[in-house]
């Protein structure tokens, strides 16, 4: 009955009564009408066909009806979060009790240009995950304040759910059941500790996004087992490279160190590179319990003031890292490299290294600019300018078929030994950090290459396309700022990005326009299906360099050694991949998106406690986005905060969304996207995450 039913509302974008539905099916009896409505009843549970207000049903994708997943917002309002179309705004009236997180049914109800907004007519699904909040008692009951402001809900605790949960605790709660009206039962998993104990703060992001922070006793044993050094058994089947000259290069504070080089200029001019990655695959076997914590963590995470890894650090500082002057364990990609940037001939394999010196970034940039040799490095001098000219010379191939680079500053969280924020710098990027980087990327593009080619089930890191009409978007909005970029835009070729920023790159705000066309693009991911990489312009492209902190390299490993190691590539073993990567690809992509995320949380929290010890100091800075309530400016060491609209005094200003400005009634001269102002801190509140600015002059006509 569903197919039929099926098969005919597919042919009309149109509803149907009951009685139309029975006569176009041609149903004759009382049992057949019956069959037929409990099949609608079910199609409308499975959002498979729409139940309209004039009690006819229609196809639910040929509706003004969509599924996807709220996003809240504090101020009420939301965003339903559509994949693979663009976002629904909707206004706090039209929410219908939904809160953050809900998967929903929303109704179109107008468009503007690209902007859609709707209505929410259904809740799908309400899961909530473990949550974090602030433990306190009000007239006797436990109760529980939400860090997560976007989720408005009441939660009450019984005394023998709270393991003892004092006032001022910080606690991971579950949410039990639904009490009435917008308040619910819930249960404390977890005291994370008093909120002004030192590193609560983190670790109750870290928590909210589900991250664990301590591994499982069981994996703990298994790791124990694990021997601390390589043992004569470990070293059968590989090739030995312990007498070739190899060394790392990382930041001073690195600890698993995943990879390694070595380098030679070979006869005929061309590039000998050798890029070892710690095999750390061999050591963590698929489907042991350590293997299992490693997947469901997805990656390692990098905070202010710790990491949590992926993997135990008997495993990620041990005897996986690639450490100085001991036996290690590797996987090798071994490539030829021409004078045009060109792979000419490789081979991958498994192989044993012994790293000469454990190099970092500050010391080899040294050498790199000319500035001196430091002690330790002097027989390894010459060998790092020849990779340097290898590095300017693939870094010219990447560029010359499109790569991106869209140039953009980190910052960096300096904190003391209570974990509190002291400074806030920008991040430094060398050219050892370029040469590390276009080193891995040949690698990855590689072992990409050659198991594309062989058809083989495989883990990519793809980035698609970015969307045509945004592309225009951001063209439109640059020419509102009196920017024009040449040639046609509707090739949308990596090179037409480049072609993009490179037109922009002597403007004064170049770094805010190019955050706002990487904010364009689609963002990369992890997919058995290969699209190639469109910011590095590859064809072919993994992730096979990271193995220690990121679980898609583990598995990328895993394949080599199942494929070109072991010679498996039967059927039995291809079905095998082909069922398991595509969930996994999936969950390792989210698991990165969260750990980003929570850095990213994280960030802006320690922003915000660094400012907090700043408030009144004054600072110049760069308008970096105006919006209808205000406009936030960047100081040099990437700050943001809001200046609000209602607090600059003088006049009346306004929002011009025409000209994205922010403009003055009296014709005063106006703010926009890269103006130089001058700013007074006036409040940073680290919970809220937020710091606020005023503009000196009007902070001083204000006080007069």
């Given amino acids: ?342 792979v000419v001939s490789y081979d991958i394999y498994p192989s044993i290294i012994n790293s000469n010196l454990r190099m970092t970034y500050k010391n080899v940039n040294q050498i790199l600019d000319g500035i001196s040799v430091p002690e330790g490095y002097e027989p390894f001098q010459e060998i790092l300018l020849q990779c340097e000219e290898l590095a300017q010379v693939l870094r010219k191939e990447k560029i010359s078929r499109g790569y991106i680079d869209f140039g953009i500053d980190e910052a960096k969280i300096v904190v003391n030994e209570k974990g509190e924020a002291i400074d806030v710098v920008k991040r430094e990027r060398g050219k050892g950090e370029n040469l590390i980087e276009d080193f891995m990327i040949v690698a990855n593009e590689t072992v990409a290459t050659h198991i594309y080619f062989l058809e083989l089930p495989f883990v990519y890191r793809v980035h698609g396309e970015p969307d045509e009409e945004k592309i225009q978007n951001f063209v439109r909005f640059i020419h509102q700022l009196g920017y024009n970029v040449s040639g046609k835009l509707t090739d949308i070729h990596p090179k037409t990005m480049q072609r993009i920023l490179k037109e922009l790159s002597d403007k004064k705000e170049f770094h805010l326009l190019s955050s706002l066309l990487l904010r364009s693009m689609q963002k990369a991911v992890y997919s058995e299906h290969n699209i190639g990489h469109y910011g590095l312009a590859s064809k072919y492209y993994t992730h096979f360099t990271s193995p220690i902190r990121r679980y898609p390299d583990t598995t990328v490993h895993r394949l080599l050694r199942t494929y070109i190691f072991n010679n498996r590539m039967d059927k039995g073993t291809k079905d095998y991949w082909e069922h398991k990567l595509p969930a996994l690809c999936e969950h390792v992509s989210q698991k990165e998106r969260d750990a980003i995320s929570c850095e990213r949380e994280v960030d802006d929290m320690k922003k915000a406690e660094y400012m907090m010890k700043h408030i009144g100091e004054e600072y110049e800075g760069i308008v970096s986005s105006v919006l209808n309530f205000g406009m936030f400016v960047e100081l040099d060491n990437l700050v943001e905060g809001l200046i609000r609209l209602d607090s600059i005094k003088g006049d009346h200003y306004y929002f011009d969304e025409s000209t994205f400005s922010i403009c003055s009634e009296n014709n005063k001269r106006g703010y926009r996207l890269g103006d130089k102002v001058k700013i007074v801190v006036v409040n940073a509140n680290k919970e809220a995450k937020t710091i606020d600015f005023e503009l000196v002059d009007e902070k001083k006509k204000s006080n007069e």
Wanted: charge should be negative; proline fraction near 2%.
């Fill in 1 to 342: 009955m569903e197919e039929r039913l099926l098969e005919f509302l597919k042919k009309e974008n149109k509803a149907y009564s009951v009685s139309e539905l029975e006569e176009a099916l041609g149903l004759t009896t009382l049992d057949e009408l019956k069959e037929m409505m409990k099949t609608l009843n079910e199609m409308e549970r499975n959002l498979k066909v729409y139940h309209t207000n004039k009690n006819k049903y229609m196809l639910f994708n040929n509706s003004n009806l969509k599924i996807g997943r709220m996003i809240g917002n504090k101020r009420g309002f939301g965003f339903v979060d559509i994949e693979g179309d663009i976002d629904v705004f909707v206004a706090p009236t039209n929410m219908n009790n939904a809160i953050h997180g809900d998967k929903v049914v929303v109704e179109i109800t107008s468009k503007k240009g690209t902007d859609l907004e709707g209505r929410i007519v259904k809740i799908v699904e309400r899961k909530f995950k473990p949550m974090v909040g602030e433990f306190f008692f009000k007239k006797g009951k436990g109760h529980v304040e939400l860090d997560e402001d976007k989720v408005k809900i009441d939660i009450e605790i019984d005394r023998e759910l709270s393991l003892g949960a004092m006032n001022g605790h910080k606690v991971l709660v579950k949410i039990l059941n639904k009490l009435q009206g917008n308040c619910y039962k819930g249960q404390v998993l977890k005291i994370l500790g008093h909120k002004n104990d030192p590193g609560v703060d983190i670790l109750s992001i870290v928590n909210k996004y589900g991250i664990e922070e301590e591994f499982p006793e069981e994996v703990m044993e298994a790791v124990a087992k694990l021997p601390d050094e390589v043992r004569e058994e470990d070293k059968e089947g590989r090739k030995d490279l312990r007498k070739l000259v190899t060394f790392t290069i990382d930041g001073d504070d690195a600890k698993d160190l995943d990879d390694a080089i070595s380098y030679e200029k070979l006869p005929n001019g061309n590039h000998h590179l050798w890029v070892h990655i710690a095999d750390v695959s061999y050591y963590v076997k698929e489907n042991s319990v350590i293997d299992e914590d490693a997947m469901m963590r997805g990656t390692s995470v990098y905070l202010a003031d710790r990491v949590i890894p992926m993997l135990p650090h008997k495993l990620s500082n041990g005897i996986c890292s690639l450490n100085g002057n001991v036996d290690r364990l590797a996987v090798t990609c071994e490539m030829e490299i021409n004078e045009k940037g060109k």
